[in-house]
């Protein structure tokens, strides 16, 4: 049998190293057992009249009709969209909206999970986002829940960039 460095042989490097991966999976299967996802009530509590201010725009949960506003300008591209947002199931958050933009529009609908535990939330981009922690229990001014702000930021950009857009069509 060919060894490696040490005289370990390769049979039991590979092996060892399966080990390593399944000892990583279970843990990070134990860690998703210690969380829990938010219940539909603590979803609508935090999005609900509020706007999630983003890099390049902003999108706002207003609680009358579930609508969901949102304007970007991501790319120096104004945009805007105009839609609702849902709960689809237990910490799981979606919103679709119509996008419109110089070049046309388009349907798009745009979904996040939300697991917690210990007073911290986490969050991920569904469907195959990596989780990252969106509100620690202390809050900190780089925690992504800090761009949750309670009023409507969209609406006055959104209609500024929908009368430029209504004039360019």
């Known amino acids: ?13 590979l092996v060892a190293g399966l080990a390593t991966a399944s000892f990583a999976e279970a843990a990070a299967a134990r860690a998703d057992r210690k969380t829990t996802a938010l219940t539909h009530a603590e979803l609508f509590q935090l999005y609900g009249q509020k706007s999630w201010i983003w890099k390049e725009g902003a999108g706002y949960f207003s609680v009358q009709a579930r609508r969901f506003t949102a304007w970007s300008k991501e790319n120096g591209k104004p945009s805007y969209g105009v839609g609702r947002w849902f709960i689809t199931g237990p910490g799981k958050l979606c919103f679709r909206a119509d996008w ?35 509100k620690n229990a202390q809050v900190r001014p780089d925690d992504e829940f800090v761009k949750l702000r309670r009023g409507n930021y969209v609406g006055a950009r959104l209609n500024r960039i929908e009368a430029r857009l209504g004039g360019e069509e």
């Open 1 to 13: 049998m060919k060894s490696m460095n040490r005289g370990i042989p390769l049979a039991i490097v």
């Open 100 to 134: 419109h933009a110089k070049d046309g529009s388009a349907p798009a609908t745009t979904c996040f999970s939300h697991r917690k535990r210990a007073g911290v939330i986490y969050q991920r981009r569904e469907p195959d986002g990596a989780w990252y922690v969106f």
